[in-house]
């Protein structure tokens, strides 16, 4: 907050502080950028790093590590590191966060084809729910993360899995 104070000039409120004035290289003012928090206040400014390098570390582990392992850097930089933008990591490593699930239920149902569903994606949620739960002592849902779906069945059924999938093979009729 006293390195935003220092950067706004003649701010009357809090409020202030968010609208950051976009200047060129002689001093004109281009625009002033309302923004929604502070932290993007300080990103507008240039005085505060983006998450390129969690993103970056994320894909790096993603080559090699286990999706439980991922799950563990995930909820290790959310917690930690605080990330400006959680859902953008959260989207990009979602799928590699689950693969383990996918495998689990590919091994279980040969005979399907059976792809990534919602059901993968919560079950990955409720463990970095977890995690993030007994580090941060927040739900997911305050940090603009999906929140997951607690009373779902087990699903170890193959017509129930089979029917859950995104993507399932269609038998053509002979």
Known sequence: MR??????RGPISFED??????RDED?????????????????????LEDDSHLYQAMEEAAMSQSSA???????????V????????LWESQKEDMT??????????NPTD?????????????IILEDRILSITGHKLVLFGLPEPV??????????VLRETSMMFKHFEPT
């Open 27 to 47: 001093g004109d003012i281009l625009e002033i950028k309302p923004c929604s928090t502070y932290t993007e206040a300080y990103q507008v400014l240039g005085l």
């Open 150 to 159: 607690h009373d779902q069945p087990e699903l170890t059924s193959k017509d």
């Open 69 to 79: 392992q991922l799950r563990n850097l995930f909820a290790i930089l959310f917690a």
């Open 81 to 88: 590191c605080g990330l400006s933008k959680p859902i953008t």
């Open 113 to 125: 084809n059976i792809e990534y569903s919602d059901v993968f994606l919560n079950n990955t949620l």
């Open 17 to 22: 502080l968010k609208n950051v004035i976009v």
């Open 99 to 108: 693969k383990d699930f996918l495998h689990q239920a590919r091994l279980n």
């Open 3 to 8: 390195l935003l104070l220092h950067h706004v």
